[in-house]
DNA sequence: TTTCTTTGCTAACACATGTTAGTATATTAT
DNA sequence: ATAATATACTAACATGTGTTAGCAAAGAAA
């Protein structure tokens, strides 16, 4: 009868594809994602991973080391995506409509980490904070060049590009309230929606 | 000699105007925005406000009793615009226009107010956080409803309107960007962009 | 001017947090 | 099967947090 209560040391369950840190990255991106980093403990995520807290520190190193991974695990992706875009040969319209396409797509499927990303980096630590928003800085640079360009040769309405883009990646951001829908339209149904809405907002007739 | 580094003691300062409270919760809106809710502690605010954090306890009764005041009073200014814009005799998209044009003018002129209750509003406590987050529901619902009333008459293109609502009210919380910027167009001007791309983007031509 | 009220300060409290150190347990390698 | 390695646990640490209690100082009222 005793014997029910005891009960084997617990194990971080891990599958072929991932490691035990990835396993913990991504408890984390849930985590931060649903509490906001600074309200989140690592008692917390130790527990949602299934351990205890202490364990975590055989394979992290610290609570700012998963929002670190996060942050520029996302910023890579973005600025690689951007690197593609800007050597194609496509007219503007087309490739701001091929970015919107990618951050739809990374807020549908990546949502937790690309939110974290989004909300919370104002907790990294410096020198990376200053380089983040350096990043940030520059890949939003990088898409109203693109959309200057687009405004140049007359495909996209004389606006102001900076606050162009600001709209768009805010209202892509708006995809937080689509996941938090009980009842909601399809992933294809709502990108077509954003795209009609976006695009069809910066063309000119 | 000596005499210099004596000091009296602190004092809020206060004008014909305010009281010691509403100061503090203006400097609570700077500093949550600033850190965010968790991040942001009573000594910060203390050492904002220019006294110790125990005095702010003769004035206030928690922190999340701060967080509280800026959230709701954001959601009844909201809520307010919202009974007078349904009840005016004008078109949809007229509203839809009018609603916008609150919204900018409410993130430009209380950026920190709507920038808390926009991004903190997940540490209220229950039962306030229930009530807040059914607020914004029902906010949204209404919204929908206008853009609903201008598919139907087809003054607004035929698209999803609870998305509609999310890009739009996203979009706008792109505001943000805009404060943070050091070289950026008027407000008159980031208004015009704005109502051109969004409206420009849900009218049926 | 004196008395009463309000406000600010110091010290302390009760917890919470991220993390370390050492031991126990489980897994992997030989 | 045994030894070596990796992982999980317990206990503790150092620090931080929101807040309370009581006294000191300042302001308002009489």
Redesign the pocket.
């Not at 084997?8 to 971080?12: C, G, L, N, P, T």
């Not at 989140?40 to 008692?43: F, N």
């Not at 351990?51 to 364990?55: C, G, L, N, P, Q």
């Given at each position: 009868m005793l014997v029910y209560y005891l009960r084997?040391?617990?194990?971080?369950k891990i599958d072929k594809n991932s490691s035990?840190k990835e396993v913990i990255v991504t408890k984390a991106a849930a985590l931060f994602r649903e509490k906001g980093f600074k309200a989140?403990?690592?008692?917390d995520l130790a527990e949602a991973v299934g351990?205890?807290?202490?364990?975590l520190?055989?394979?992290i190193k610290?609570?700012?080391e998963l929002l670190h991974e996060l942050c520029f695990g996302v910023a890579n992706r973005f600025m690689h995506k951007m690197d593609e875009v800007e050597t194609e040969k496509i007219s503007a319209i087309e490739k701001v409509e091929e970015l919107i396409r990618f951050h739809i797509d990374e807020m549908v499927h990546h949502y937790e980490e690309v939110y974290v990303s989004d909300r919370e980096w104002k907790h990294l630590a410096d020198p990376y904070l200053s380089n983040f928003q350096n990043q940030r800085r520059m890949y939003r640079k990088r898409f109203a060049a693109i959309i200057e360009a687009g405004i140049k040769n007359k495909e996209i309405k004389n606006i102001d590009a900076p606050t162009a883009v600001l709209i768009l990646l805010h209202a892509i951001g708006g995809i937080e309230s689509w996941h938090r829908s009980t009842q909601k339209i399809s992933a294809e149904a709502l990108t077509q929606n954003m795209i009609t809405i976006l695009v069809g907002g910066l063309k000119n007739k």
């Open positions: 084997s040391m617990a194990r971080i035990r989140a403990s690592m008692r351990v205890e807290a202490a364990s520190y055989n394979h610290s609570k700012t």
